[in-house]
């Protein structure tokens, strides 16, 4: 993949966002949901596992996407068949979304994976 080469403006621009985001780290961290999506196997006797395979639809394996913030609700969401984007949007807009419009001044980002 082609990158361009890092100009001295560009080095300057990403020290002051980090400094600006250093100051206001507290408020960042508090105001942020995170999340991420994994794939489990499971077998005939019940054992689960993280599955580390392809993100295809595999026998014996369920997608779980989680969330936490700071508010005091955490969400667990099992996903049917594969996770695609439209799978992604319906999550956010059921747990992420509402978190948002609840207290607009503590949900300001997501932060997957």
């Known amino acids: ?9 560009m080095k300057t621009l990403w020290k002051n966002g980090a400094k600006n985001g ?11 949901a995170y999340s991420d999506t994994r794939r489990f196997s499971y077998d ?5 596992s993280l599955n580390f395979g392809h993100e295809k639809i595999t026998p014996n394996t369920v997608v779980v996407w989680g969330g936490i913030s700071s508010h005091p609700k955490a969400s667990l969401c099992r996903g ?6 439209s799978t992604y949007t319906n ?12 207290d ?10």
């Not at 005939?44 to 689960?48: L, N, P, R, S």
Request: without cysteine; hydrophobic residues 35%.
């Open 1 to 9: 993949m082609f990158r361009p080469e890092n100009t001295p403006e």
């Open 22 to 32: 250093l100051r206001s780290i507290v408020k960042y961290v508090l105001s942020v």
């Open 44 to 48: 005939e006797e019940g054992k689960i």
């Open 80 to 85: 049917t068949g594969r996770f695609d984007s």
């Open 91 to 102: 999550i956010l807009q059921q747990h992420i979304i509402p978190l948002a419009k609840k």
């Open 104 to 113: 607009p001044s503590k949900t300001t980002g997501l932060v997957h994976d």
